[in-house]
């Protein structure tokens, strides 16, 4: 399966934004899917993830509150809302997606996708 992450660009303090990864050359709701993120000189970090059919949902620790993971299998797409942006979320962030149900390790994902960059503007 292919995924295209898409929706990132500049944002100001505050604000919101929409991520979306589409998928195409297999059916989504086969996998778990996850969202990542890596800034400059750091570590992957895990964001939000949601198991097959979207009955459950886990986010990083530090994301709590402000992440929303949802997924419209009939769409072929995943999205992480993310709402009062900090600086500190300028990031890579990265689609994935899991044969198993659903995984926080960033191990444990077999398909990832391009990476749409996301600046927050102070």
């Known amino acids: 399966v292919q995924l295209q992450a898409s929706g990132g660009g500049l944002v100001q303090a505050g604000g919101s934004l929409r991520l979306s990864c589409a998928a195409s050359?297999?059916?989504?709701?086969?996998?778990?899917m996850g969202w990542f993120r890596q800034a400059p000189g750091k570590e992957r970090e895990f964001v939000a993830a949601?198991?097959?059919?979207?009955?459950?949902?886990f986010y990083g620790d530090s994301m709590k509150g402000r992440f929303t993971i949802t997924r419209d299998d009939a769409k072929n797409t995943a999205f992480l809302h993310i709402v009062s942006l900090t600086p500190e979320d300028t990031a890579v962030y990265y689609c994935?997606?899991?044969?198993?149900?659903?995984?926080?390790?960033?191990?444990?994902?077999?398909?990832w996708g391009q990476g749409t960059q996301v600046t927050v503007s102070s």
């Open positions: 994935a997606a899991t044969s198993r149900i659903y995984s926080l390790n960033v191990d444990h994902y077999d398909y």
């Open positions: 050359g297999g059916t989504l709701s086969t996998y778990g």
């Open positions: 949601i198991s097959r059919v979207g009955i459950s949902t």
